[in-house]
């Protein structure tokens, strides 16, 4: 254990009571560095940290080095202005020649609420700001992890050479930055502000896509350290999920036709049209893709009228939707196109709507063995975009860079940013039980039309969370004790970790306050607040249901139930035969 003399514990004793500028010094936070051991694989560097009193506020930075670069969290908003202690510590894992760069943000001693709050970030980025936890009254933290994050995307460093792979760096990308950067925060937070060992530091994770991702690492390999965990849309399976980016243009290739974006469009949206009802309310919504799964025929749609006018989009090419959220630290967009499109007018052709039907069915090998789940129907198909030609005059493929340069760094294993072409040899847990154990929360919402990871993906996880932890416990009873701990909500119409122009329906406003008062206050939800944020129903508040209940409008009335239909939860349940050992 940490040995410091009488001195430096009677600082520590009256931290909580003193001035930010008070506490906010070199010599403080020296003085409650863990010693060596203390952190185990982890020695850290006295001589390299820095202290200074930064202000920020919810929605900019005046700080001097723009610090306040993020959100300030999924949950929060407003104006508010902040002081705070900017803190940047080093350390070194013993063997190895690194240094891993750490930032912290503490707030003054009078808005500390004994919290300690973790962001995640998106695409190949971990997140860069450490002032996210300000609005909450709590710590909070960056990692450059050891390979310069604040600058560089995890898939600009992870070759060192063709064929030679960063492992370290993968290891701290994937789950283990963030793990250390909790463990290292959460004992400087306790000597900052003097925190006995006997008084609890709430401990919280937020994160959507990528974030989603880091988040369930966290859960699963550091389960112990937090006590609510947020995570949307995770991009977990990371080698289905990525590869799963490329699957359009495989769909298309094999079936010799890129439609062209306006007839893919007039597909959805007249899809959106005809499901919308189905869910009990026409409100441009579709509540229930399982019903549009179980009763819709995307043949009805042939022969409907499309048109386009011409017009120059760009394109970001990492496979997001335009309309969500694509993780808020993204430091560079060298993928994006900008692209000329005709006038585009016609009808909707048996070609095109095989083409999203293939999609929407998901990956199958040629034996017809399922491989991967997809898109809900209904949600929009962004990855199926082609590209016009305007020197041949036709519609072609354009590959998008997230699934095109994950083939080309982690399977083939090449410095390279993407596929150049479909050629024909494309054609072929842990588990949370420390989580648990420890009283953590957690709360998982999941856009039900996101066109960038499917809403199944996380149903599936949902699926094999129950399973392995309750394969002997009657379905009432493992629904009743998974809500105690693990809460899992579909967001109707909702595109990736954000509202969706195409389906003007609710989205969470107020994660971060909820996770809170069930965490501090044993206030457990049953089901999620959101807000529609645009339509006929702008303003209107939805209590979403929790699953596998689904939401069912009354008929004439603006509010619904949350029922139970066997026969919908069957269609968002997935085997993958084509794997020969278990995809969780």
């Not at 709050?117 to 992890?145: P, Q, R």
């Not at 090449?414 to 150049?420: G, K, M, R, V």
């Not at 303003?539 to 026969?567: A, H, T, Y």
């Amino acid at each position: 254990m940490r040995q410091q003399s009488n001195a430096l514990l009677a600082l520590a004793s009256t931290a909580s009571a003193a001035s930010l500028s008070d506490v906010c010094t070199v010599s403080h936070v020296k003085n409650i560095l863990p010693s060596d051991g203390t952190l185990l694989g982890i020695n850290l560097i006295p001589s390299a940290v820095t202290a200074s009193v930064y202000n920020a506020s919810s929605s900019s930075s005046s700080s001097p080095s723009g610090a306040m670069g993020g959100a300030m969290g999924m949950g929060g908003g407003g104006s508010t202005s902040y002081s705070y202690c900017n803190i940047t510590v080093s350390y070194t894992h013993p063997g190895k020649d690194d240094t891993v760069i750490v930032k912290y943000a503490f707030p003054s001693p009078t808005e500390f609420k004994n919290r300690f709050y973790v962001a995640g970030g998106g695409g190949y980025t971990l997140n860069s700001d450490a002032t996210g936890g300000l609005e909450y009254g709590a710590v909070s933290g960056a990692t450059d992890a050891g390979y310069d994050a604040f600058n560089n995307d995890y898939d600009s460093i992870v070759l060192k050479g063709n064929g030679s792979v960063d492992w370290d760096a993968t290891h701290m990308f994937g789950y283990q930055a963030l793990g250390e950067m909790t463990l290292l925060g959460k004992e400087l937070t306790r000597g900052f502000y003097g925190i006995g060992s006997d008084e609890k530091v709430y401990t919280y994770y937020e994160g959507c896509s990528d974030g989603g991702r880091e988040g369930m690492s966290q859960v699963q390999r550091w389960g112990e350290e937090y006590d609510g965990v947020i995570t949307g849309a995770p991009a977990f399976r990371y080698a289905q999920q990525q590869v799963h980016h490329i699957f359009s243009s495989v769909v298309e290739h094999t079936l010799d036709y890129a439609p062209p974006p306006c007839e893919l469009a007039k597909i959805v949206n007249a899809t959106i049209a005809a499901c919308d009802p189905l869910d009990g309310r026409t409100d441009g919504v579709v509540a229930r893709t399982d019903l549009c799964m179980l009763n819709f025929n995307l043949t009805s749609i042939i022969g409907t009228p499309y048109y386009c006018a011409a017009q120059t989009s760009t394109s970001l090419g990492f496979g997001f939707s335009k309309r969500g959220h694509h993780g808020r630290n993204r430091k560079r967009d060298d993928h994006s196109s900008t692209s000329y499109q005709p006038a585009q007018n016609g009808t909707v052709s048996a070609k095109g709507v095989a083409v999203a039907q293939a999609i929407y069915d998901g990956l199958h090998t040629t034996q017809g063995e399922r491989a991967y789940l997809s898109w809900q129907i209904a949600s929009e198909l962004s990855d199926a975009t082609s590209t016009y030609n305007s020197t041949s005059g036709k519609w072609e493929l354009s590959i998008t860079s997230m699934g095109g340069e994950y083939v080309r760094k982690f399977v083939q294993l090449l410095d390279l940013d993407n596929l150049s072409t479909l050629g024909r040899r494309y054609l072929r847990h842990r588990h949370l039980t420390r989580f648990k154990e420890a009283g953590g929360k957690l709360l998982h919402y999941h856009g039900e039309s996101d066109p960038s990871i499917p809403a199944a993906s996380s149903v599936h996880y949902w699926q094999s969370v129950k399973s392995i932890m309750y394969p002997d416990v009657e379905d009432e009873t493992a629904l009743l004790d998974m809500s105690d701990w693990y809460q899992f909500y579909l967001v109707p119409g909702a595109a990736h970790c954000g509202t969706n122009t195409l389906q003007p329906g609710p989205y969470p406003q107020n994660n971060m306050e909820i996770m809170i008062d069930w965490v501090e206050n044993g206030v457990k939800p049953s089901r999620l607040n959101a807000t529609v944020s645009s339509g006929d129903y702008e303003g209107e508040i939805q209590m979403l249901c929790q699953w596998p209940k689904r939401p069912l409008w009354k008929n004439g009335s603006d509010s619904f139930s949350c029922v139970d239909d066997k026969e919908s939860i069957e269609s968002w349940t997935y085997d993958f035969p084509a794997f020969k050992i278990p995809v969780y």
